[in-house]
């Protein structure tokens, strides 16, 4: 039913930094990491899923050396777009930026997406990502920063354009905080922004990742541990159709995309009574995954709703494409009074691209 | 992939859901490009929607009922605005921390 567009790679959760909020808990310490052979082989089998981009993350990519090109220049050979998403440890100087950059473009990287907030200056000096941004842009690569934001967050997107001198191309965006992984334990006191929203989840099925455990997840796996979201525990290239298949059919998946965490969490509450926290205390869907699978209580019930509530949910995604409204952005902008058809994710990027007008701002 | 090439059901576990005919489906979606019958639909897309078999419950119909409710014709309401910022879309979204941007960073 849903189509994956995007996907992503977990290709280790070891990193340098060891960030307060990060939703891996990575950090040197943390071993695990994908097999090389195995990254190649589930690449190669991409393209014939109708797959536009291949995400490559972590933990930190980069620090899987000459891997990195490999995987990209696989990538590329099936005709997909590639993302690296960074901290951009490695750019100390301009030097360090542009030989580390100049590796990953050479194989045919697309993208470069920068990790950067507070929690992420106790371990990497701003300068250091600047190297990066500036060396990107050299190679002509698509910058986007992405900063993760509590309430009482200092840096904003509107800091890091100023303090990085961000072209009108460039992507920068915030994030709220998802109080998961490490941050669950470490950000537990902190405020959470108040303009944070819960919805479709956009990435469900659309965006399917291979965790840097061997296991095929059904979304970007802010969560990776959750059986709920598993798709296979234990990936073999050679199952992705089928793999693919079974994940299309599952109520549960076309729910999450359609209404969202938080929305089932909902509907529990109303049918069966379970308690739920109220959605003040929700930093966002990832955080509202975290409590639907995770609640015992939820989890004796959630069989039955899901064969309860399945004709609707199915009835939903099939009312909406004969709209023509079933993708991703339809379906948010739905829940949040906007209506955006018929665009896709790689449109969107490449409209990003085209270049604006003198007098744009 | 053309709508009408989904399956009419899913599963939970053993269990398969199915919803509707391949043939009311298919009517469906021809008679929602009819503007008469669109405007029918959408002032009452769940009772609209049941005469081909197909449920929705009462949120998302009063939800598509609001959405719908000023355009003429399915094209019209298909117009894409194209003003949605990417960042807008994700934040609205509740975009997770750093590995959401890491799966998908602009939608």
């Known amino acids: 039913m849903i189509a994956p567009t995007t996907f992503a790679v977990h290709l280790t959760y070891t990193c340098p930094l060891a960030c307060a909020h990060c939703c891996f808990s990575s950090s040197p310490q943390v071993k695990d990491r994908l097999d090389p052979d195995l990254v190649l082989e589930t690449i190669e089998g991409l393209g014939e899923h109708g797959i536009e981009l291949a995400a490559f993350t972590g933990g930190e990519p980069f620090l899987l050396g000459r891997h990195l090109p490999r995987f990209i220049r696989a990538a590329k050979e099936q005709g997909l777009r590639t993302r690296v998403v960074t901290s951009g440890y490695f750019g100390r100087t301009p030097k360090a930026a542009a030989r580390r950059l100049g590796e990953v473009v050479d194989a045919g990287l697309d993208e470069l997406s920068i990790s950067w907030d507070d929690f992420h200056e106790e371990f990497v000096d701003f300068r250091t990502v600047r190297n990066v941004a500036a060396a990107a842009r050299q190679f002509d690569l698509l910058v986007a920063v992405n900063v993760v934001q509590t309430a009482e967050s200092r840096w904003t997107a509107a800091r890091v354009r100023k303090e990085l001198g961000v072209q009108v191309d460039d992507v920068v965006m915030e994030s709220p905080v998802n109080l998961t992984g490490r941050a669950e334990r470490e950000l537990a006191d902190e405020p959470l922004r108040e303009d944070r929203a819960l919805g479709p989840c956009p990435y469900v099925l659309t965006g399917p990742t291979l965790s840097a455990k061997g296991k095929l997840l059904a979304c970007c796996g802010v969560i990776p541990d959750t059986e709920r979201l598993v798709i296979d525990p234990e990936f073999r290239p050679d199952k992705l159709d089928a793999d693919l298949a079974e994940a299309r059919s599952s109520v549960l998946f ?93 449109e969107r990027w490449d409209q990003a691209r085209e270049p604006k007008p003198a007098s744009s701002p | 992939m053309s709508p009408l090439e989904h399956p009419l059901s899913v599963k939970h576990g053993e269990e398969e859901i199915k919803i509707g005919d391949q043939a009311e489906a298919e009517q469906l979606s021809t008679d929602l490009q009819n503007p008469e019958t669109f405007r029918a639909f959408a002032q009452d897309p769940k009772g609209f929607a049941g005469k081909y078999g197909i449920q929705i419950d009462d949120t998302v119909s009063g939800r598509l009922h609001e959405a719908l409710d000023k355009a003429d014709s399915l094209g019209a309401f298909q117009q894409d605005e194209g003003e949605v910022s990417c960042t807008a879309v994700a934040v609205a979204m509740g975009a997770a921390a750093v590995s959401d941007t890491k799966a998908a960073l602009v939608i």
């Open chain 1, 254 to 346: 076309s729910w999450l995309y359609l209404r969202g965490p938080y929305a089932i969490l909902q509907w529990l509450n109303e049918n069966y009574g379970v308690e739920i926290p109220p959605p003040e205390l929700v930093g966002g869907n990832c955080q509202a995954c975290k409590h639907l699978f995770e609640d015992p209580a939820i989890e004796e019930i959630l069989d039955d709703a899901l064969l309860a509530k399945g004709p609707e949910v199915v009835g939903e995604y099939r009312l909406l494409e004969s709209l023509g409204a079933a993708d991703p952005l339809s379906v948010v902008g739905l829940w949040s009074g906007r209506i955006t058809m018929q665009t896709r994710p790689s």
